[in-house]
């Protein structure tokens, strides 16, 4: 079974601070992705990857950047957290090859930013 | 411009009634299509998926899904609910054969179970 694991469930941070978000995947995904997932506006994507050190914008990427060093993990980063980046982020990746396939969720890292 | 609408956000049925959540696409071509599902406080598991042949899929949950190309829908569907499919469904489309392209999610519909 494909397992994507993130690094925390809930996250509690303060604003102004530097908040990162690990996502890793054990299934040899080309592409990993960053959505966050609010009441009433359902998931938004942030930022993708389609390759290692590869990264492209979403829908929703100001106030965010990601890091992809290796394959197999994605990283996103809040600069400088806001209140109105508390919300629920959920990591996913899939297979391109030979298209656009299935996407595999973490279970989802809610973070509140007081 | 590409987009996907689930024209219920909420749904409520009894246990053991059957059940259908809506989905409706637009599209430049026939994309692929998703159903995922979201327990309380998890991430989204793919509960079928369509990509081409019988348009009648079936899934995971005893869920079925069909692809109607003249009314651009994919309905999910399910004979007799149990209160545990009480969750959030997401409908998404995506793009064949253009990998710059990104799945497309619509908002979601929440399914209430009464006992």
């Known amino acids: 079974d494909v397992k994507v694991t993130q690094s925390s469930r809930y996250l509690v941070k303060r604003t102004g601070e530097k908040v990162f978000l690990e996502c890793v995947q054990d299934?040899?995904?080309?592409?990993m992705f960053w959505y966050r997932q609010d009441p009433g506006l359902g998931l938004r994507l942030i930022y993708f990857?389609?390759?290692?050190?590869?990264?492209e914008k979403g829908d929703i990427p100001e106030g965010y950047s990601v890091s992809r060093e290796k394959k197999e993990r994605f990283s996103l980063i809040l600069e400088s957290a806001s209140t109105n980046q508390t919300s629920m982020y959920l990591c996913a990746s899939g297979s391109t090859s030979p298209f656009i396939d299935t996407q595999y969720f973490g279970p989802g890292t809610r973070l509140t930013v007081l | 411009a590409q987009s996907v609408t689930q024209p219920d956000i909420h749904i409520t049925v009894s246990e053991g009634a059957s059940l259908e959540l809506r989905c409706n696409y637009s599209?430049?071509?026939?994309?692929?299509l998703f159903w995922y599902v979201q327990s309380p406080g998890q991430g989204l598991q793919l509960l079928l998926k369509y990509f081409s042949g019988d348009t009648l899929v079936q899934g995971i949950k005893g869920f079925e899904a069909e692809f109607k190309r003249s009314q651009s829908s994919f309905n999910l569907r399910k004979p007799s609910v149990h209160w545990s499919d009480a969750a959030e469904y997401f409908c998404?489309?995506?793009?064949?054969?253009?990998?710059?392209?990104?799945?497309?999610f619509g908002k979601g519909t929440r399914l209430h179970i009464l006992p």
């Open positions: 990857s389609y390759d290692v050190k590869m990264k």
């Open positions: 599209y430049g071509a026939t994309p692929y």
């Open positions: 998404a489309v995506g793009p064949r054969g253009n990998r710059d392209d990104k799945i497309i």
């Open positions: 299934m040899d995904h080309e592409n």
